[in-house]
């Protein structure tokens, strides 16, 4: 899968991948409320799911106008045993770069080869 930003108005929600490099593929999701977190075999974070995306971003002062007329989107996500932290960095046609800075708590520690960041 190559990298993909899309915002589907009519469902509300926000997809950013980052698609899978030569030696990974995808595992499995982590299901954290309305985000849902694409996992490779690598263990790390690949892709992310906003369900009710105009909710969710809300408190971040990120507003239905620009996940709408959204130009650019991307995410960075570290994988530690317990947690997951994600900063997602939206920004809107002839809009600044608005930040989100989520962190996941998992119930089942993530696995993976080496730490590393993504």
Same mark, same amino acid.
């Given at each position: 899968?190559?990298?993909l930003?899309?915002?589907?108005?009519?469902?509300?929600?926000?997809?950013?991948?980052?698609?899978?490099?030569?030696?990974? @593929?995808? @595992?499995?999701?982590?299901?954290?409320?309305?985000?849902i977190?694409?996992?490779?075999?690598?263990?790390?974070?690949?892709?992310?799911?906003?369900l009710?995306?105009?909710?969710?971003?809300?408190?971040f002062?990120i507003?239905? @106008?620009?996940?709408?007329?959204l130009?650019?989107?991307?995410f960075?996500?570290?994988?530690k &045993?317990?947690?997951?932290?994600?900063?997602?960095?939206?920004?809107?046609?002839?809009?600044?770069?608005? &930040?989100a800075?989520?962190?996941? &708590?998992?119930?089942?520690?993530?696995?993976?080869?080496? &730490?590393?960041r993504?």
């Amino acid at each position: 899968m190559a990298k993909l930003v899309s915002y589907d108005k009519e469902n509300d929600i926000l997809v950013i991948h980052n698609g899978f490099s030569a030696n990974e @593929k995808f @595992k499995g999701n982590i299901d954290a409320g309305d985000l849902i977190l694409d996992m490779s075999t690598e263990g790390r974070v690949r892709g992310i799911e906003v369900l009710n995306a105009t909710s969710f971003f809300k408190e971040f002062e990120i507003g239905r @106008k620009a996940l709408e007329n959204l130009s650019e989107a991307r995410f960075n996500a570290i994988v530690k &045993p317990t947690s997951i932290l994600i900063a997602i960095m939206i920004k809107g046609k002839n809009m600044q770069e608005m &930040p989100a800075k989520i962190a996941v &708590p998992i119930e089942v520690p993530v696995r993976r080869k080496s &730490p590393q960041r993504l």
